[in-house]
């Protein structure tokens, strides 16, 4: 997904996984330039995906570092330190990834349950930091290069595959995290979620266990130019 308008300068840097496309949809809707969109699917940022140079980031698939350069054109900048808007990001805020049910099964007792305590505590703490360890090494390496960070958080919506419970522990722990580098969060969980903490129907994408719709898109639009985009 290329910046909308090729002579206007874009407003921010969009990367991400699938998740991004809805907010690249929203912006063109509302004719925000910017430039980027998705660079590969959640799995691909739980792992080692980048490796740091001076000034920039250089994304080891060679697909990512394509779709990477391309987005960088826009600005005519040949380094992620010298882009001068803010970075939108969904990068390693694949939680329904992170929570799929047969990785927890082992920390649970023989009913389903996990042992009081568990996904507040250490280990699970543990776990989760080493899962998304690539993820937030991006995050603080973007910072460290003086960038305006947004990190928006995911639909709230967990597949058949995945744990309800891993996922709310994951993201409330990965929100302290990002927090902590100096992330601003774009969180539209009280607009789109119903009263049990899910999405409502009205923003997830129709035949799609996973992905918002453009109207949730255009609620992370709304948030983002709220917080000064």
């Not at 902590?180 to 999405?199: K, S, T």
Request: with cysteine; hydrophobic share 45%.
């Amino acid at each position: 997904m290329k910046t909308p308008c090729s002579i206007t300068t874009p407003r921010f840097l969009l990367l991400g996984d699938s998740h991004a496309g809805v907010i690249g949809k929203a912006a063109q809707a509302r004719e925000l330039p910017f430039s980027g969109g998705p660079l590969g699917t959640g799995r691909d940022f739980a792992i080692d995906f980048f490796s740091l140079t001076r000034h920039d980031v250089v994304f080891r698939e060679a697909e990512m570092e394509r779709l990477y350069r391309q987005a960088l054109e826009p600005f005519e900048v040949p380094q992620l330190a010298k882009v001068g808007v803010p970075l939108v990001s969904t990068l390693g805020l694949s939680l329904h990834y992170l929570a799929t049910a047969p990785n927890w099964t082992c920390y649970q007792t023989p009913d389903g349950e996990f042992d009081e305590g568990f996904l507040a505590g250490p280990l699970f703490e543990s776990i989760v930091d080493t899962l998304s360890r690539p993820a937030l090494a991006f995050y603080e390496q973007a910072r460290a290069m003086n960038l305006k960070v947004f990190a928006v958080l995911p639909p709230q919506r967990v597949p058949e595959l995945s744990d309800s419970r891993v996922f709310m522990a994951a993201q409330a722990l990965l929100i302290e995290r990002l927090q902590g580098l100096g992330i601003e969060l774009i969180d539209v969980r009280a607009a789109a979620n119903d009263e049990q903490g899910f999405q409502r129907s009205a923003y997830c994408e129709v035949d799609d266990p996973l992905h918002g719709n453009l109207a949730f898109g255009e609620l992370i639009v709304e948030q983002l130019l709220k917080q000064g985009l």
